[in-house]
């Protein structure tokens, strides 16, 4: 019953010999899940922001890929303040066709072609530990922002223990009006032990 429960159960071919349909059951006590923080930046190099994933006392969370994702700063008239952005014909006709504003347009385009600068550092206050030995530039740890390679696999399955906190802090390179106020967005996939006792 034991290995029917596990594996599937065994059936007999038309030879009388049995064959067994294996497969493993996703144990009832883990469950996929994804922790996430979210920091907001001010757009001047050297500025240091941080924020920290709790995790919770039901069960301890097993980090297996890290990615992120760059929201632009809202416009506020123009990517250069104070200055107006027109477009030439046709194309004024295209952008206003998508966007409510030509700025709208610019920032996605600098956002998509030029991206986002920053060092990052992860810290683990369940065992007092950093994730590495000094701040790695996004690119180098994580990728771009614009889908290539935006999740990075742990080099091996992070746990992480109940009631532990994960400090993430992040130090910007990148700066100006696209990125003042701007939204960064780390995510840690993986999945929750739920009754972990360590």
Known sequence: MQYEQRYGPRYEQPNGQEYEQRYEQASAKEIPYDHVAVLRLLGR???RVEDTVNISVDGAFV???IGYSFIPAPPTGGI???QAITL???FDALVGAAFNDPADAA???F???CGIDFTYSIIDSGTGRELQNRAIHNIAGLGSPDGARPFRPMAKPMLFLPRSTIRIVVDEVSEGPLFEGAQLFFVLHGYKM???LP
Do not use: K, Q
Request: with cysteine.
């Open 45 to 47: 190099a050297g500025n």
């Open 63 to 65: 980090a297996t890929s």
């Open 80 to 82: 250069i303040e104070g």
């Open 88 to 90: 030439p014909p046709p």
């Open 107 to 109: 920032r996605c385009l």
């Open 111 to 113: 956002a998509r072609f």
């Open 194 to 196: 739920l009754g972990y």
